[in-house]
């Protein structure tokens, strides 16, 4: 298992040590000793599932404190683009983001750290995201930023994207007032 960082502290990539032989392939997708030393702390308590069509983008979303949630985000079919943004009000990295393709063949996952806004762009039809969290689900904590707000400057990789009622509402960068 190896860890990538970025410039954005707080953020890492998993890539998971993958056993190919004759049957197929194995792999760990969890280890909590691995993942703690390399900085992907949390007491995980939810674990999601999505299915997305090619086109289909999910997000900007988060949950406010005190039920604010880090994930730790992969595909198990398909490939997302996947994107997060730095809101913590103090960051010298606030309105970043960091955007990485999870791809089912590579098995990659990405760990988004509480005061981050998280969504992805599915690349391919079915494509399955799956997601650990480390706070159950509060609908009425739910906060999020517009997609495509150009503020953010984030290229999508995807046209006409799909997009739920919910989500084409949601706040503008500016008029966002960050709870972390
Ligand atoms: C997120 C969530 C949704 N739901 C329900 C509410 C709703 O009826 C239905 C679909 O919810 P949504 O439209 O919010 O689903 P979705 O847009 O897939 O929401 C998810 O998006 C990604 C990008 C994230 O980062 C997640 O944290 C989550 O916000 O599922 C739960 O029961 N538990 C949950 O944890």
Avoid at 18 to 42: H, L, N, P, Y
Avoid at 49 to 60: E, H, N, P, W, Y
Avoid at 134 to 140: S, V
Wanted: with cysteine.
């Amino acid at each position: 298992m190896e860890f990538r960082y970025f410039d954005i502290p707080g953020v890492v990539e998993v890539l998971p040590r993958v056993f190919g032989d004759v049957r197929g392939a194995f792999f760990e997708s969890f280890s909590e000793q691995r993942m703690r030393e390399a900085g992907i702390v949390g007491e995980w308590v939810q674990d999601n599932q999505s299915r997305s069509d090619r086109g289909v983008v999910r997000g900007l979303h988060f949950q406010k404190p005190p039920h604010a949630q880090a994930k730790l985000v992969r595909v198990a079919a398909g490939r997302a683009l996947d994107v997060i943004v730095d809101i913590r009000r103090d960051s010298p990295t606030y309105g970043q983001h960091v955007a990485v393709e999870l791809d089912a063949t590579r098995y990659n996952m990405l760990y988004v750290p509480v005061g981050f806004a998280h969504g992805f762009a599915a690349l391919e039809d079915n494509t399955l995201f799956l997601y650990k969290c480390t706070n159950y689900y509060a609908p009425q904590a739910e906060g999020g930023l517009l997609w495509n707000d150009p503020a953010l400057g984030i290229q999508w990789g995807v046209e006409n994207a799909t997009i739920s009622a919910k989500d084409q509402v949601l706040p503008l960068l500016a008029d966002l007032d960050s709870p972390f």
